[in-house]
């Protein structure tokens, strides 16, 4: 069995949209579904995957916009950690109203706690509270695979924005140190805009938390 990771670079600020399957199960998950459904769509079905669950690692416009629609088409739960329900209830705060264009409204079907793992894809995925960039903002580590998808709390050689609504660049940076620098090094970090890292390279060279 392997566990498999595309992605798509979806919206007007090019977020990173992954569709993660097990390659003998044809089961698939969804991390932050940016936008364009239609095309989300027909890349499960042209696999002939079966999705099981849509995962958000934080409530803003540009990583939700094709939740809702995606639901309604294959009938699963959207995931998200309990501090994000605010965010993603209100349009001003996820910023659909004024950088999105159209109101967004997400209404999570399970909301998941630090430290939960989650049975997925036959395999286990640890939830990691790393509140900073939002309230509700986790990243989802595939503990065997010894893979992380980390939304826009980390990034290669940098950290999240902190100036939106229920940020902060203290209670990041600290996130940040206390959950995922405390990971093995060869850990795999896929974020929420731009390429893959690793834990050993963001300890070594990040110069928000160095």
């Known amino acids: 069995m392997a566990i498999i990771v595309e992605k798509y670079q979806l919206g007007m600020v090019r977020t990173n949209c992954y569709l993660i399957y097990n390659d003998e199960t044809s089961e698939v998950i969804i991390v932050d579904p940016a936008d364009n459904a239609k095309m989300i769509e027909q890349l499960i079905d042209e696999k002939n995957l079966n999705l099981q669950a849509i995962l958000l690692t934080h ?5 939700i916009l094709a939740a809702n629609e995606l639901r309604d088409i294959y009938q699963v739960p959207i ?7 605010q965010i993603l209830a209100d349009p001003s705060l996820n910023l659909s109203i004024g950088m999105g264009g159209e109101p967004c409204i997400v209404k999570a079907d399970r909301f998941v ?9 036959h395999t286990k995925v640890k939830v990691l509270h790393t509140p900073g960039h939002t309230a509700g903002g986790v990243c989802y ?3 065997k695979e010894k893979l992380m998808l980390s939304g826009d709390t980390l990034f290669e050689e ?10 902060s660049m203290s209670t990041l940076v600290h996130s940040i140190k206390e959950k995922l620098m405390v990971l093995e090094d060869e850990i795999i970090v896929y974020p929420g805009h731009e390429g893959e890292t690793s834990i050993i390279h963001e300890r070594n060279f990040n110069p928000y938390i160095r």
């Open 59 to 63: 409530g803003h416009f540009d990583h």
């Open 79 to 85: 995931v998200a950690h309990e501090a994000e329900n």
């Open 113 to 121: 706690k630090d430290g939960e793992v989650l049975d997925l894809l």
């Open 141 to 143: 580590l595939f503990i």
């Open 158 to 167: 940098s950290v999240g924005r902190t100036d939106f609504p229920t940020g």
